[in-house]
Nanobody, 121 residues
């Protein structure tokens, strides 16, 4: 019922930039924490960044300085700006969010299907 759809991935040269978007749709009363994860082939999914409903941000050590997470509550969207891309950033990037569908509902964790980021010359 609730869907998260990532977009903005693609092939980019080292040193380039990308802005990933993740829009939530469906039955939504409120969105709490939102985050970005990434997974490369043969590796476990790893946390990249999170942003709370109070706009408190946190980053993985590997993401600090080059990654910026933000959100637009009016659009039910979370963004990930990536600068100075490196080949090691190549991965499928997933977003997730804690969503309450109704005022009386429990908060549920939802995941998107991912968007591919490939950094190569």
């Amino acid at each position: 019922q609730v869907q998260l759809v990532e977009s903005g991935g693609g092939l980019v040269q080292p040193g380039g930039s990308l802005r990933l978007s993740c829009a939530a749709s469906g039955s939504i009363f409120r969105i709490y924490d939102m985050g970005w994860y990434r997974q490369a082939p043969g590796r476990q999914r790893e946390l990249v960044a999170t942003i709370s409903n109070d706009y408190i941000r946190s980053y993985a050590d590997s993401a600090k300085g080059r990654f910026t997470i933000s959100r637009d509550n009016a659009k039910n969207t979370v963004y990930l700006q990536i600068n100075s891309l490196k080949p090691e950033d190549t991965a499928v990037y997933y977003c997730n969010a804690g969503i309450k569908k109704y005022s009386y509902s429990r908060t549920q964790l939802s995941w998107g299907q991912g968007t591919q980021v490939t950094v190569s010359s």
